[in-house]
């Protein structure tokens, strides 16, 4: 990326769309040095393509459906991402299992949002399962994409108190509030060249190993 130009983004979905439109809101009002090339979504319906059009940003749908199988899906979505030239591919409740050549033509360059605090709650419905379990803390983690499914190392994590009376929806409306905050974050801390991954170190963080992830609010660099 040449100095002083903005990250190129490309953002995938599958549905709504919050973390996409706090990402692009963190581009507007200049939080995040980057911009959204394009908006991808694996299903036509999905309401984020409407708001990525309301920002006059371009969309794409590659459908899953009309391939037969995962590889041969995964080669098309990679054309139409390459086609963008993005810095960053950004997962943003993209609900398809990537194969491991996709993640690793975009290796170091990949990021993904997950309901939990991984590794634990790895996969889905992690709301339900937190309050199955009994947790009393839950959250949100930002992390590279690797070829274990919600395995890639962790950067940044928000902590979510489980409070007494909380059902899912209570519960995921707090966690996605932390997620909205600490997606753009991490996205500014690689905009910025601070945040990298090395294939031998792991995470990178102001050119020093990460040892273990960061904490929103807590341990999160200064700006």
Not at 43 to 55: F, I, P, S
Request: proline letters at 6%.
């Amino acid at each position: 990326m040449k100095p002083g130009s903005k990250l190129r983004i490309v953002v995938l979905i599958s549905g709504s769309g919050s973390n996409l439109q706090a990402i692009m809101d963190a581009c507007t009002y200049g939080a995040l040095h980057a911009e959204v090339s394009a908006v991808i979504s694996n299903a036509g319906n999905a309401y984020g393509l409407q708001r990525a059009r309301a920002a006059g940003i371009p969309t794409e749908v590659v459908a899953h459906a009309d391939y037969p199988d995962r590889g041969a899906f995964d080669a098309a979505l990679v054309k139409k991402i390459d086609r963008y030239q993005p810095g960053l591919v950004v997962l943003a409740g993209f609900m398809r299992i990537l194969t491991p050549d996709f993640v690793q033509h975009y290796a170091g360059r990949l990021l993904n949002i997950h309901p939990s605090l991984l590794p634990r709650l790895q996969g889905l419905h992690t709301h339900r399962r937190a309050l199955e379990e009994q947790h009393r803390i839950h959250g949100a983690s930002v992390h590279f994409v690797t070829e274990e499914l919600d395995g890639g190392p962790v950067v940044l994590q928000a902590e979510v108190a489980v409070l007494p009376g909380d059902d899912e929806s209570t519960l995921a409306a707090r966690v996605l509030q932390q997620e909205h905050q600490i997606y753009p974050a991490v996205i500014q801390w690689f905009a910025q060249g601070r945040l990298r991954l090395d294939p031998e170190q792991g995470v990178m963080m102001d050119d020093a190993p990460l040892q273990q992830p960061l904490r929103w609010a807590t341990d999160s660099p200064a700006a």
